[in-house]
């Protein structure tokens, strides 16, 4: 099998921890007092300017990044679905604009929490594009689960953050931990 997982907000608490140091930023580097966005990977305001959001990355985000802590049981379940023999991908939009460098940081942070994988994918705005050959696809992104539901065969696991917690969709499967995730693999497999 081959498994597709998202990074941020899926392995790890990215928006949650960045969130103190956007507020932190934003108050007393920039002086404002603006409402920060937490439904973004990296938390900002609307009202950052490009600079702003620039330095924002370059010296907090990409600085701080392998700080970021992973979700329970993480690498647990991704060791075991990886020694169960399933191909591994990460797949994320991190580096997407090509000056923020966020994307050099990941595969230190997957050895570092002791995460196994087969190959990285970054960069990548429309994922679904990158799955045509792939069993499962786990993001906490609605909206990239719906567009890998239809644009491809990939079983969807959406990864449950505060943005799904209402969302409903029969077409896919939503959990909020690994060890559940680990299990659905194991019993769709078993169906095969």
């Excluded at 790890?12 to 956007?22: D, N, R, V, Y």
């Excluded at 029969?170 to 690994?178: A, S």
Aim: aromatic residues 14%; charged residues 35%; hydrophobic residues 30%.
């Amino acid at each position: 099998m081959k498994i597709a997982i998202d990074i941020d907000n899926t392995i790890c608490e990215t928006s949650l921890f960045f969130g103190k140091f956007a507020e932190k930023y934003d108050r007393e580097v920039l002086h404002k007092n603006s409402i920060i966005d937490y439904t973004k990977i990296m938390p900002r305001s609307k009202e950052w300017t490009s600079e702003e959001l620039k330095y924002f990355v370059d010296n907090i985000f990409n600085k701080k990044s392998l700080e970021i802590p992973i979700k329970k049981d993480v690498s647990k379940y991704i060791k075991k679905l990886k020694q169960d023999g399933n191909h591994i991908m990460f797949i994320t939009n991190r580096g997407i604009k090509d000056d923020d460098h966020s994307d050099l940081i990941i595969e230190d942070y997957l050895q570092k929490n002791n995460i196994p994988y087969d190959e990285i994918i970054t960069k990548s705005n429309d994922k679904y594009k990158y799955l045509e050959n792939y069993d499962y696809f786990i993001d906490d992104s609605i909206f990239n689960c719906e567009q890998v539901l239809n644009n491809t065969r990939c079983k969807v696991i959406l990864f449950e953050t505060e943005n799904a917690i209402d969302y409903k969709n029969d077409l896919l499967y939503k959990t909020d931990n690994w060890k559940n995730i680990y299990e659905y693999i194991l019993i769709e497999k078993q169906k095969v």
